[in-house]
């Protein structure tokens, strides 16, 4: 009987140690029953952070739904098929003119989806190549 009740308290410290949390790009944290996995992608594009956010809009609202905007964070939350989205848009330390753009995507039980952000990183590597480019010329003017 002590050994079974033993081993009891020793899977439930285990389960208790080997969840993790993980922060989200617009800086809540949760909990995951998968610690120390990679969930991230980041995307360093040519194009100014204002059009990369516009393009990442665009595809997650074509993708799926926008469940909100941080225009302070630049971090749009979005659902894509029952998957949680977070995207965060932000200047590169390098350029001013470059931008780091984060994919981060979760399950339903906050498992990462790598495919997903990987798909939706691509999608916006295409969305920004439809833009047009703003010469050096137009903007001095």
Known sequence: MRTLK?????AGLAMTFL??????QDGKSNLTMIP???DAFQLRPNWPPAQAMQA?????ALEGTITSIEATK??????VNERYVWVKVQTDPESPDIS???F???????????????????MTVAQLGTYTRPTAAAVSN
Do not use: H, Y
């Open 6 to 10: 033993n081993s009891i308290i020793v």
């Open 56 to 60: 990442v809009q665009e595809v997650l």
């Open 19 to 24: 969840t993790g949390c993980f922060t989200t």
């Open 104 to 122: 981060q995507v979760r399950t339903k039980w906050r498992n990462p989806d790598l495919a997903l952000a990987n798909r939706l990183m691509s």
């Open 74 to 79: 630049n971090t749009v939350t979005a659902r």
């Open 100 to 102: 780091l753009i984060t």
């Open 36 to 38: 120390g996995r990679s």
